[in-house]
């Protein structure tokens, strides 16, 4: 068995070792249950597994718990659940991830450690949150891999007009967006760091005024 669908169903948890056994499957989906408590383990055993899928369920918090043993993990995606915490030490068993997909969820703020140990991450989604900061002094320092970075839909106006080099730790990003966040003008150092960006998208903002060479 290499692929396992369990979506649309009416899955409220998945206790320790649920899967255990199940040594070669490689991709888990298990969209648009109800799942709220992932216990400790849940996923342990699946010692193949590159991609697991659990977009729109009732997931609150990220934590190495439920998160154990998932250590070729590449793909992870929590689109559209209630992610309103990550623990300093979440990711600590994914090490190999290089997607991520938290859109649709209820994160307010990028701290320091939200991101840490996943330093093989490219991918990161964070669209239709309610971020509203970037704590520009390290909160991407561990994921300098990034290719993309999506933030679309939250309420980033401040971090882009006011703050000096938000991105600065990310130097291989190609990709940022930014639309939809009510920003109003863009600043002179919103950009500073982002070495090999080729791609940025404001669409949807209400910017009136660009600072002196906000993109160079």
Same mark, same amino acid.
């Given at each position: 068995l290499r692929l396992l669908e369990l979506n649309k169903n009416r899955l409220v948890e998945i206790p320790g070792l649920s899967f255990h056994g199940l040594k070669n499957v490689r991709v888990?989906?298990?969209?648009?249950?109800?799942l709220r408590f992932l216990m400790d383990g849940a996923f342990y055993g699946l010692d193949s597994i590159e991609e697991l899928y659990l977009d729109r369920n009732e997931v609150v918090?990220?934590?190495?718990g439920w998160l154990y043993g998932l250590t070729k993990l590449k793909q992870l995606s929590l689109s559209h659940n209630q992610v309103d915490y990550i623990e300093d030490d979440g990711w600590d068993f994914?090490?190999?991830l290089w997607q991520l997909n938290l859109a649709g969820n209820q994160l307010e703020i990028v701290e320091r450690n939200m991101f840490r140990r996943l330093p093989s991450l490219t991918h990161l989604d964070l669209r239709d949150n309610k971020i509203s900061h970037i704590d520009a002094l390290d909160s991407f320092q561990e994921v300098s891999l990034l290719k993309e970075l999506l933030l679309d839909g939250n309420q980033l106006s401040h971090t882009v007009e006011d703050t000096a080099a938000p991105f600065k730790h990310l130097k291989q990003l190609e990709?940022? $967006?930014l639309a939809r966040? $009510?920003?109003? $003008?863009?600043?002179n150092q919103a950009m500073l760091g982002l070495e090999a960006l080729q791609t940025v998208d404001l669409t949807g903002n209400v910017i009136s005024t660009l600072q002196e060479n906000p993109f160079s």
């Open positions: 888990l989906k298990l969209k648009r249950n109800n918090t990220v934590n190495k994914c090490r190999q990709r940022l $967006s966040n $009510s920003i109003k $003008s863009v600043g």
